[in-house]
Every structure is written in structure tokens, then in C-alpha cells.
């Protein structure tokens, strides 16, 4: 169930690493593409939150859940950004990024040491 929210996850940050490039160059990203992307990383959170609630394991991964949780608060305001054609603050989306990539890093060490 991990691997699963790991593999969905990974996928929603190579679609950001695609979409922050847009962001850099203050252009919007593709909606089609940031859909695609919330919905990745939403069902990998949905899924880590599932595991956390059912599993019998020590490690139940709420650290990871609340890094992504976060990143998910910062993805809603970029899209809410996206959606009504306001400059999208690069800023929050590099933070916004960041706090992803850091919660894989966080799921990643967990899973693999």
C-alpha cells in the first residue's frame, strides 16, 4: 500500500518538476497537466492516510502524511491561482514543491532504511 502511494507521488512530482518551469518563466502551467498532478498526489495522500488508519505496523507514516498534507494546502492556493488567472507567487510554488520533494525524501528514507 506504501509502494502504491510512493509510485503516485513520484508521478505527481515529476508532473510539478514539469510545471514549475512554466511558474519560473511566469507563465500558467497546463490545467490539464496540474489536474493530473493534484489528482496523483491526492490519491497517494489518500492512500498513505488509509494505511495509517489500518495498518498493524510500528511505522504508520502520519510523519509523511502531514509533510504532503502541507504540500496539498500549498497546491490548493497555486490552483486556486491557476483557475481564476492570477499570477501564480513563484515563491509559493517553489515552497510548495519543496515541501513535496521533501516528504518523498521523508517516505523514501522510512520505506528503504
Do not use: C
Amino acid at each position: 500500500m506504501v509502494l502504491t502511494a510512493i509510485i503516485l507521488i513520484s508521478l505527481a512530482v515529476i508532473l510539478g518538476l514539469y510545471m514549475i518551469k512554466f511558474v519560473l518563466q511566469k507563465k500558467n502551467p497546463p490545467k490539464g497537466v496540474a489536474i493530473v498532478h493534484g489528482t496523483l498526489a491526492a490519491l497517494g495522500i489518500l492512500i498513505l492516510l488509509i494505511y495509517a488508519l489500518t495498518t498493524s505496523e510500528h511505522h504508520k507514516h502520519w510523519d509523511s502524511f502531514a509533510i504532503f498534507f502541507t504540500a496539498a494546502i500549498g497546491g490548493i492556493y497555486l490552483f486556486s491561482k491557476d483557475i481564476r488567472h492570477k499570477n501564480i507567487p513563484v515563491w509559493v510554488a517553489v515552497v510548495h514543491g519543496a515541501i513535496g520533494l521533501t516528504g518523498l525524501g521523508w517516505i523514501l528514507y522510512h520505506v528503504t532504511g
